[in-house]
Structures are given as structure tokens and as C-alpha cells.
């Protein structure tokens, strides 16, 4: 199924997996009455190595080193240990509902007959492939091309991509109006560079999970391929080589004027003869389409081609294992555990699949998740945080503004707009305002799997109905019970959800200099998005449109080349090296918002909030530990490769060790000299906002 909702760009994280926390509760009860701690844990650090050469090994060791690996986790961190807590508080919640007696059609109802079908493994594995046959039914039926169309209609209505993709976001022309977008999609390995230069052991490994994973789908039976599983999964792997060939590079993606493509509906549909565009408009999306944001033209023209060109059995194979695919990880045991073998142990380095209590909680949250993030936020999440926070997101604010203004290489002209966009800049902490209603949504206690489709469409539906209709501001992009961040380039705001909003993240408890070091830096991370090399592209109301004059333009592209050239260079595994390109926004993001973080921290201390010295570092110093505490972690080298392929952010480690030589703070804190290994000379750090 496909949860993600595409154009949450600039995320903090990268959407991920998560785990609890333990280290900050005991601090918290030693800490006697209203005395603020230090809210720096010594046993995290790992001080037999010096900060000045190793400043993630300094400040992070400890913990590395106390956490092994959980079997279930390709990357364990600090803040999966937060997710971690965050879905024991979810499962409390849940499980709690699920054993009441609960009014049909309440939301209580629907979150615990959801979960109980979950739970229910003999349903489950009695029930095999029975929820996914209808729909390979109707793809074996197909007999041309001729029915792709409808085909496409009807699986795109249930979530699954083959193909491309579509939604509803706002124009880039008009920041206002939501405007129906498609874009290029269904790729099983999720990459195109998987395809295009296969590693043996990951080409071998997907395509024994897909002949497997055919076996155990009635898919064979229906087309007459039984014994010819292993076919079927060569046919597809040549059909997802052939659209990798035509899939738009993911650094191309990343550009906003490049993909402002939007089309009259007409002119949209002259790109596809094979399928009916303007029918298949007509029946995704309720209101008329007048226009689309065509996620490329030259893809789909392509895309047109290799259609007209593919024997049907292909096409309908590679269908029908987008289904089986997306299905696999909610059916029987055997399903799960060939998906898993594949997904979870070769392409990401895990040992065990996750407890299903875990996998369920993570499932009815994420398809639920205004329904449990209302209760979340009721049982969880204190009022105070969010005065808080709103206090930290102004001075954050103020810091970013003077930070601006100081700026020696640019011009007043695109400094004036720079201080509108901020000052414009939307901000939202803990939960939304308002509710989505989820009273059309029906959860039965038939089958998980139906539920989960049930729930797919109806969030379908949701988001394609808002196509033709302005943009509501008050809308969020995360539900609240998410460990993570966002900024949204067309809203032009930043969002905080409140389970972000706890250890290490933020400490109500701790003194304000880990505080900025940690959720500060968060909250300039997200502002500095807004100026990164893709949202400095956007204006203040969201708009595509080019606010810099050229010289200012010139000189941001030749001070950001310093980054990409920068972790060009860090190999993270050997013979494999970052991707400076791919992670700039990211980089630019880390780089922004610690100095406009620590600019922040300055100022705290002028108000006395901050203690100079506390467990032997001074303020500055455990600003820096507290951010590099947040990306300690332990990950494996399978995950170190995949992400290294597919995630905008740089890899934990190098959060810490390949951003920080640019931080001028950083280098004075440790007071690091020429010859340290975190050195860089003033002339080489990186200095863009
Ligand atoms: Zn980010």
C-alpha cells in the first residue's frame, strides 16, 4: 500500500522506522524539583577519544556502544529509541480501545477492530492470498491494452502505483489551488540505480522473493503460469529495467523548475495514447481537471512507448506483482516472511522482522492518523511543551532574521525578500487545529488486508478530492504521534509534531543549551529549507518563482558547491562514497540551522536562561553534544549502501563529523586547531545563510 504522501519535502528524517528511550528518564529523576539538568548523559560520550578528531566517537561512543544493534533494526539510533517509546505509548492506547466493547462506526470501533484483525494471525494465515485474489482476478482477465486504462483506474484506486503515480498538491504556479500532479512510479526495488547497475546479490535476491512470492499467490492458476513462477519474475525484472531506462534522474527531481510542467488536460493526455488520460482523470478525481503537473513529459511520452511496445502477459505480470507486492507484508506468515527475507534481511541487513503487536500499531497509525494522533496528543503531550516550543521557534526566528541581515556576499534587494519569506513563514507545533472527519471510513472485522484497503481508499479519496480546490493552510502533513519535521515549500511553514517534541529532541527538564543544541537545531533546520537550494526557489507564498538577483543566485550556487564537493568526498563504506548532490538540501538544512541555532543559544545566555558550566562543558560545548546525541546510532553496512542510495539526508555519522568543520561555533567550542581532524580553515567551511 502506498502510504507516503509524495511532496513532504524537506523532512527532517527520512521516514523511518523507530524505537524508546530510557537515558533521559533517569535524568530526569535525579533531577530534584524545578532545577533544570544538564540534560547531557556522560555515558553517551566516549571521552578516551578526543572531540577534536573524532567529534561523533566523543560525543556519541557511549551510546553506540551500550546499544547494539537490535536483530530487527537495519540502523538503530537515538531517536529510533524515541519512536520506540512512542509506539509503546501507541500500543497502549490502542490496545486499550481494542478490549473495550466499542458503538459501531465510532472511531473506537475503527481503531480496535482494525488492530484486533491485525492481531488475529490463524484469520490471517487461514485466509492466505483470499484478499488480494479479486483484483489478480481481474488482471488475469485482460486481454489487450486495449483495458489498461480501466485497469490502472481501478488499481490506483486501491494504492497500488504500477507505473505512475498521482495526488493532489498545490500548483507551482499558484501556491493557492490544488492541482492534480503525475509522476513517474512503480519501481520494485524503489530505485532506479538498482536496475541500471545491479548488484548480483540484490538482482538474485529479488527475483527468488518474486518467483517465491508468486508461488504462493493463485496468480499462476489464474493465467495458466503454474511451474513458471521463475518466468514471470525474469518478465518483470526486464519490464522494471526497461522503465528504470526511462525513470527521470532523483537529482532532477529535486528541482522545482524542472518540474513545473503543468499542462492543459488536453495537452496532458496527448502524451499517452496507450492510456486514456483524460478518462482516467475523469474517474480518479472527483471534481473536473483542468490542468496537471506532468512529473515529466518525457517520461511519459516514454513511458507511452515501452506500453505499446510490451507483450500484455508482460504487462499483466508486472501488475500483478505490484499487487502481490504491496500486499505481502499484510498477508499469511509465508507471504510476510519472503518479503521480509528479501526487503529486511538482503536489501537492508536485518535479522528478524519486527513482533507483529509492532508492525500493527505502526500500520492502524499510520492509515488512522488524525483518529490516534487525537488521542495521542490528549494522553501525551503536555500544554506547556507547546508554549515552549513556541517561544523557542521566535528566537529561532529572530536569530535566522539577524543571521540574514549579516550575510557579507548578499545583496540588500535579496536580503529584503529573504527577511518577507521568513517573516511569512507559517509555524505549527503538537497537533492540528482541526480534525479530519473519518466518519465515511468503514473498519469491519472481516480482514485485516480488506481493512487496510478500505483504509487506503478512503485516504485515496481524501487527498484526490482536494484537486480543483484551494489549498487549506490548516492541513497537516504528519500526523502528530510522528518522530519527525517538515517544512512545505508551497505553504511556505514549518511543522513540529508533538512526539518530536520529547528526549532527545527537546527536555523540558534540561537547560536551554542542549535544548538549542537539539530541537533548536531542528527548528533552523526547517527554516534554513525554506533557503535551501530547492526552497530558495520558492517565494513567500509558495510560488515558483525566482525572488534572487543573478549575482546573488550565482554566489549561493558556488557557496553550496562547497558542500556537495565537501561529502563528495566522505566514503562510507569502502569504495563508496556520499552523494553531494543528492543530500545538498539536507546538508544545507544541518549547516543553517545550527548556526542560526547557535546564534540563538548566544542570545538565551544573555537572558540568563542558560547555566555557563555544567558536568565540565560549557554551554557551547554541550550545544554540540546535545545535536550530535541526536544522531548516534548503529546501522549496518546493507543499510549504509541502500541509504546511501535513496535518502536526502547524509548518514548519521556524517550529521556530525561532515557538517561540523563548517560551524565556525563549533571549531571555537573545542577550540580546534589546524592538524585536528574536524579542522577546516575558515576559507574552506562552507558559509551560506
Ligand atoms: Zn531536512
Redesign the pocket.
Same mark, same amino acid.
Given at each position: 500500500m502506498n502510504y507516503k504522501s509524495i511532496f513532504k519535502m =524537506?523532512?527532517?528524517l527520512f521516514a523511518s522506522c523507530l524505537i524508546v528511550s530510557g537515558c533521559h528518564n533517569k535524568q530526569k529523576e535525579e533531577t530534584p524539583s524545578k532545577e533544570l539538568a544538564s540534560g547531557i548523559v556522560l555515558d553517551n560520550l566516549d571521552t578516551t577519544v578526543s572531540p577534536k578528531d573524532d567529534f561523533y566517537q566523543f560525543a556519541c561512543g557511549g551510546w553506540v556502544k551500550n546499544h547494539p544493534l537490535p536483530a530487527e533494526y537495519s540502523r538503530y539510533g537515538s531517536f529510533d529509541q524515541l519512536g520506540e517509546s512512542t509506539e509503546k505509548q501507541l500500543n497502549k492506547l490502542i490496545t486499550d480501545i481494542a478490549q473495550q466493547s466499542n458503538d459501531a462506526g465510532s472511531i473506537a470501533q475503527k481503531i480496535g477492530d482494525f488492530y484486533n484483525c491485525g492481531m488475529d494471525t490463524q484469520t490471517i494465515n487461514e485466509q492466505g492470498d483470499q484478499p488480494i485474489r479479486p483484483v489478480l482476478q481481474k488482471i488475469a482477465d485482460v486481454k489487450s491494452n486495449k483495458e489498461l486504462t480501466d485497469l490502472l483506474i481501478e488499481l490506483h484506486s486501491e494504492g497500488y502505483y504500477p507505473f505512475f503515480d498521482i495526488f493532489g498538491e498545490a500548483s507551482p504556479n499558484n501556491s493557492a489551488l490544488t492541482i492534480a500532479w503525475l509522476s513517474q512510479n512503480g519501481l520494485g526495488l524503489g530505485e532506479r540505480d538498482y536496475y541500471l547497475s545491479p548488484d548480483p546479490k540484490i538482482k538474485a535476491g529479488y527475483l527468488e522473493m518474486m518467483e517465491k512470492t508468486f508461488e504462493l499467490s493463485n496468480y499462476g492458476e489464474m493465467t495458466n503460469n503454474v511451474g513458471k513462477e521463475k518466468a514471470l519474475a525474469n518478465k518483470v525484472w526486464n519490464l522494471e529495467t526497461a522503465l528504470a531506462k526511462i525513470f527521470i534522474d532523483k537529482n532532477e527531481l529535486r528541482d522545482p523548475v524542472k518540474t513545473n510542467n503543468v499542462l492543459a488536460i488536453d495537452d496532458a493526455a496527448k502524451l499517452m495514447t496507450v492510456v486514456d488520460l483524460k478518462k482516467y482523470m475523469e474517474q480518479m478525481v472527483p471534481n473536473k481537471v483542468e490542468e496537471v503537473n506532468v512529473v515529466l513529459s518525457s517520461y511519459f511520452t516514454a513511458l507511452n512507448k515501452l506500453l505499446a511496445t510490451q507483450d500484455i502477459n508482460t504487462i499483466k505480470a508486472y501488475l500483478a506483482w505490484n499487487v502481490i507486492n504491496e500486499a505481502a507484508p499484510y498477508l499469511s506468515d509465508d507471504f510476510v516472511d519472503a518479503n521480509f527475507g528479501f526487503y529486511g534481511k538482503v536489501l537492508s541487513g536485518k535479522e528478524e522482522n519486527r513482533e507483529r503487536w509492532k508492525r500493527v500499531i505502526n500500520t492502524v497509525s499510520s492509515l488512522l492518523g488524525e483518529p490516534v494522533g487525537q488521542l495521542y496528543v490528549e494522553k501525551y503531550f503536555p500544554s506547556e511543551a507547546k508554549e515552549r516550543m513556541l517561544t523557542l521557534v521566535d528566537n529561532l526566528k529572530i536569530a535566522l532574521g539577524e543571521r540574514i541581515a549579516n550575510l557579507d556576499w548578499m545583496s540588500p534587494a535579496t536580503k529584503d525578500k529573504a527577511k518577507e519569506k521568513l517573516d511569512a513563514m507559517i509555524v505549527k507545533i503538537g497537533y492540528p487545529e482541526k480534525w479530519r472527519d473519518y466518519s465515511g471510513l468503514q473498519i469491519q472485522s472481516d480482514s485485516y488486508y480488506a481493512n487496510i484497503v478500505r483504509a487506503t481508499r478512503f485516504e485515496i479519496q481524501y487527498q484526490l478530492s482536494k484537486i480543483g480546490k484551494p489549498v487549506d493552510p490548516t492541513e497537516w502533513l504528519m500526523s502528530p504521534q510522528t518522530v519527525n519535521a517538515y517544512?512545505n515549500p508551497t505553504t511556505n511553514e514549518i511543522c513540529f509534531p508533538a512526539a518530536i517534541l520529547q528526549p532527545p529532541f527537546f527536555d523540558m527538564n534540561a537547560d536551554d543549551a542542549v535544548n538549542y543544541g537539539a530541537i533548536g537545531v531542528v527548528i533552523g *533546520? $526547517?527554516m534554513t *529549507?525554506g533557503f535551501d537550494d530547492q526552497g530558495r526557489q520558492y517565494d513567500k507564498m509558495g510560488n515558483v518563482n525566482d525572488w534572487w538577483t543573478e549575482e546573488d543566485s550565482k554566489k549561493f550556487t558556488e557557496r553550496t558547491q562547497v558542500l556537495v564537493d565537501h561529502f563528495n568526498k566522505i566514503e562510507v563504506l569502502p569504495g563508496t562514497f556520499a552523494n553531494g548532490r543528492f543530500t545538498l =538540501? $539536507?546538508n544545507i538544512?544541518d549547516n543553517g540551522g545550527l548556526n542560526t541555532s547557535f546564534v540563538a543559544l548566544q542570545h538565551a545566555k544573555t537572558q540568563g536562561t542558560v547555566q555557563e558550566n555544567m558536568d565540565g562543558f560549557t554551554a557551547n560545548q554541550r550545544f554540540f553534544i546535545a545535536y550530535a546525541g541526536v544522531w548516534a546510532n548503529n546501522i549496518r553496512d546493507e543499510e549504509i549502501a541502500r541509504r546511501t542510495m535513496t535518502d536526502p *539526508?547524509s548518514l548519521g555519522k556524517w550529521r556530525v563529523n561532515g557538517t561540523l568543520p563548517h560551524i565556525d561555533g563549533f571549531i571555537e567550542a573545542f577550540d580546534i586547531q589546524p592538524g585536528d581532524k574536524m579542522y577546516l580553515a575558515p576559507e574552506q567551511r562552507a558559509r551560506i545563510w
Open positions: =524537506g523532512t527532517f517544512y *533546520h $526547517e *529549507h =538540501g $539536507e538544512a *539526508h
